[in-house]
């Protein structure tokens, strides 16, 4: 009887070598499955100098295409709890705050859209198989340690810069395309996140801790800083959440 021959890992070639590097380390084993799905705990700032909310949260990120869902849950009132959802698919992104499952807020339009796709590009070292399974994605390398990873949306082409430390684990994303809104008007704004305490979850080695932040005129503004408790990949198609 021959003996199959064992499942080889995919082909890292096509990559810059800052991607390659990391994910030399972070996936030891052959990539498969559709989706990554984390768990975080953690608090967010609605306004700069604001108070921080405290949040749990569930968030799946699909491997083959530019797709999330995020939902968090805050203490509002009692055992009461705000839902917080926040996803991208197709092409299509929304904001909705949910209490008892009514919407109170919702955030839609261009710029929302916008920001949606740009964010699943700056937290893909939470799901490092869809750097490669995911062959939507643009890349291009700056130097050993720095990568642009890219995304079309209606004809613009989105683009969010990674960097990698001397461990090649990505630490920092960052991007100058995401829209703040300021009163009325949605102003270009530096946006970006931090990364670190890596460990192997899930067969996968990902950041336990993070934040995100604006560079505004008065200084920067983190408004998530979260820690992750749970991860796992799963081979099932990615949905947006109440799909």
Known sequence: MTESA????????????????????????????????????????LKPGGRAMRFEAAQSFALNRVG???????????????????DYADGDGELEVRLLGLPLKRQRGPETVKGEALRYLAELPFAPPAMILNETLEWRGIDERTAEVATTL??????????????????HSSSTMRLFKVGH???????????????????????????????????????????????????????????
Do not use: C
Not at 154 to 171: K, M, P, Q, S
Not at 216 to 230: D, K
């Open 185 to 243: 008007t949605w102003v270009p704004t530096q946006w970006g996140g931090q990364f670190g305490d890596y460990e192997t979850i899930g067969g996968m080695r990902i950041p336990t801790t993070g934040e995100a932040y604006w560079e505004l005129p008065q200084g920067r503004y983190v408004y998530w800083r979260g820690t992750l408790t749970s991860a796992q990949l799963l081979d099932r198609p990615f949905q947006r959440e109440g799909t």
């Open 6 to 45: 064992a499942p080889q890992p995919p082909s890292l070639t096509h990559l810059p070598e800052a991607v390659r590097r990391h994910l030399e380390r972070a996936l030891a084993t052959v990539v498969a499955g559709q989706q990554v799905r984390i768990a975080q705990q953690g608090e967010m700032w």
């Open 68 to 86: 999330f869902w995020w939902r968090a849950r805050f203490p509002a009132l009692g055992p009461l709890k705000l839902q917080v959802v926040d």
């Open 154 to 171: 209606g004809g613009e082409r989105l683009v969010v810069r990674l960097e990698a430390n001397h461990d090649d684990d990505f630490v």
